[in-house]
T-cell receptor, first 111, second 112 residues
Framework: DVKVTQSSRYLVKRTGEKVFLECVQD?????MFWYRQDPGLGLRLIYF???????EKGDIPEGYSVSREKKERFSLILESASTNQTSMYLC??????????FGQGTRLTVV | ELKVEQNPLFLSMQEGKNYTIYCNYS?????LYWYRQDPGKSLESLFV?????AVKQEGRLMASLDTKARLSTLHITAAVHDLSATYFC????????????FGQGTRLTINP
C-alpha cells in the first residue's frame, strides 16, 4: 500500500512564526503536492513538485514556499504564519498513473 | 480559469433511497476523479474516469463522465449509513499533470 505520511496531525503556532510541514512518501513517487482544505472551498493547490529540487506554484502560493531535497520528502514552509493560514493541509503523491494518494492531513491553527 | 462546482453541497437522505451528486466543470478535460473523505480523515480515491462516456461502479456507488456536457455524476443506490462522508470531484488542470482542481465537496449524511 502507498503510504503518504505527514509529520503532525495537529499544530498550533503563533503569528509570525516560521512553520514547517513535512510529508514523506514511501513508494518512490515522482510527483508530490501540497493542498489546503477549507470549508466550502474544497482543496486548493499550493505548490507541487515533479522531481527533486523542482517546484512549481499552484493556485495559491502566496505566503508559502516548499523544499524537495530528497525524492521521498516534500516540505511546506510558512515563512511568517498568519491567522488566515489556519487550515487543514494535505500532502499527496503520485507517479505516472492518474491516481494521487493523500496523507492524513495536518490541521494548523495560527493564533 | 478552470472551475469545478458540485451540487448539492449538503445532502441528508434516508437509508434505502437513491440520489445523485453532480459535478460540473468549466473547461475541457477528459479526466475526472472522485474522492471520499470521512471526518478527520484523509481523501480516499473512489473513481478515476478517463474518457467520455466512462462509467465505473463500486458497490452502491456509480460514477459517469460526459465530457461534452462537462458533467460527472456520482449515483448512490439504496444508500446505507456507511456511505455518510464528504465526496469531492476533481479535474486535472492540465491533462495528465494531476494538478487537481477540486469541487467544494458534498457532505452526505445518511440517516437510518
Amino acid at each position: 500500500d502507498v503510504k503518504v505520511t505527514q509529520s503532525s496531525r495537529y499544530l498550533v503556532k503563533r503569528t509570525g512564526e516560521k512553520v514547517f510541514l513535512e510529508c514523506v512518501q514511501d513508494m518512490d513517487h515522482e510527483n508530490m503536492f501540497w493542498y489546503r482544505q477549507d470549508p466550502g472551498l474544497g482543496l486548493r493547490l499550493i505548490y507541487f513538485s515533479y522531481d527533486v529540487k523542482m517546484k512549481e506554484k499552484g493556485d495559491i502560493p502566496e505566503g508559502y514556499s516548499v523544499s524537495r531535497e530528497k525524492k521521498e520528502r516534500f516540505s511546506l514552509i510558512l515563512e511568517s504564519a498568519s491567522t488566515n493560514q489556519t487550515s487543514m493541509y494535505l500532502c499527496a503523491s503520485s507517479n505516472r498513473g492518474p491516481e494521487a494518494f493523500f496523507g492524513q492531513g495536518t490541521r494548523l491553527t495560527v493564533v | 480559469e478552470l472551475k469545478v462546482e458540485q451540487n448539492p453541497l449538503f445532502l441528508s437522505m434516508q437509508e434505502g433511497k437513491n440520489y445523485t451528486i453532480y459535478c460540473n466543470y468549466s473547461t475541457t478535460s477528459d479526466r475526472l476523479y472522485w474522492y471520499r473523505q470521512d471526518p478527520g480523515k484523509s481523501l480516499e480515491s473512489l473513481f478515476v474516469l478517463l474518457s467520455n462516456g466512462a462509467v465505473k461502479q463500486e458497490g452502491r456507488l456509480m460514477a459517469s463522465l460526459d465530457t461534452k456536457a462537462r458533467l460527472s455524476t456520482l449515483h448512490i443506490t439504496a444508500a446505507v449509513h456507511d456511505l455518510s462522508a464528504t465526496y469531492f470531484c476533481a479535474v486535472d488542470k492540465i491533462q495528465g499533470a494531476q494538478k487537481l482542481v477540486f469541487g467544494q465537496g458534498t457532505r452526505l449524511t445518511i440517516n437510518p
